[in-house]
């Protein structure tokens, strides 16, 4: 088959269903939010050595698990990043829903874990295992889609260093993660080393802040997976 400049086509895919979905809330996203992206690299090392020691343990957790768990830490100490802007207002969530990007086949869909906040990490690595392995069933019945209040997009597995991630409407932030590599590591002492690195990407609706708070999220998940172990329970 061939269109009428004469280029061969393979296939024709119905533009329905789920896939227009996603396409509306994209375009939604960009038509409704003015959006920046802020990135910053960090040294995973200990997050790293967490999910080896919990392996060896026999607890199967993943890094968006542990980064789950980090988010959830670092939005109790910039509230603000944990909001949205409904009918004029801005409104900034105690509850804490964290919505998990999901590939399945050619499309997205964010199961969420829900008060993310109030759970161990073994209780937030079985709940999106589960989500997961529906997605993939397509048991998009048995998924909770509709109320994160935030959403984060794990790239790492497929060797992307950030991107520009879109807002999952009318959240006012989503996290996008890359992966994990050595990398040269400098110190705050001038000591060069090689180190677990990771880029981050926070993308913002400057509707509802400016880059200031963005730049405080990302500080103190710093800080979070800094000591990693002290917010897992």
């Known amino acids: 088959m061939k269109d009428v400049r004469g280029r061969t086509i393979k296939e024709k895919i119905p533009y329905s269903g789920i896939r227009k979905v996603i396409g509306t809330r994209m375009r939604e996203s960009l038509d409704t939010s003015p959006q920046g992206t802020v990135m910053a690299r960090f040294d995973m090392s200990r997050a790293v050595a967490l999910r080896m020691k919990m392996a ?90 509709d109320c994160a209040t935030f959403t984060v997009n794990n790239l790492g597995m497929y060797n992307i260093e950030g991107c520009t991630p879109l807002l999952n409407p009318p959240e006012a932030a989503i996290l996008a993660i890359g992966r994990i590599r050595k990398d040269v590591w400098v110190g ?35 800080e979070v997976i800094g000591s990693i172990e002290t917010c897992i329970d």
Not at 56 to 62: L, M
Not at 78 to 90: F, H, Q, R, T, Y
């Open 56 to 145: 060896q343990e026999g607890k199967n957790v993943t890094y968006t698990d542990i980064l789950i768990m980090a988010t959830c830490a670092a939005i109790k100490k910039v509230p603000i990043i944990n909001s949205a802007l409904l009918d004029g207002e801005i409104v900034v969530y105690e509850t804490i829903n964290i919505g998990v990007a999901v590939k399945v086949g050619n499309i997205l869909v964010v199961p969420v874990v829900l008060d993310a906040d109030k759970k161990s990490l073994l209780e937030v690595a079985a709940d999106t295992a589960d989500a997961i392995q529906n997605a993939r069933a397509q048991r998009f019945d048995k998924i909770i889609m």
């Open 188 to 222: 705050e002492n001038g000591n060069i080393d090689v180190r677990d690195v990771c880029t981050m990407s926070l993308t913002i609706d400057h509707s509802v802040m400016d880059g200031g708070p963005a730049g405080e999220f990302l500080s103190a998940l710093e």
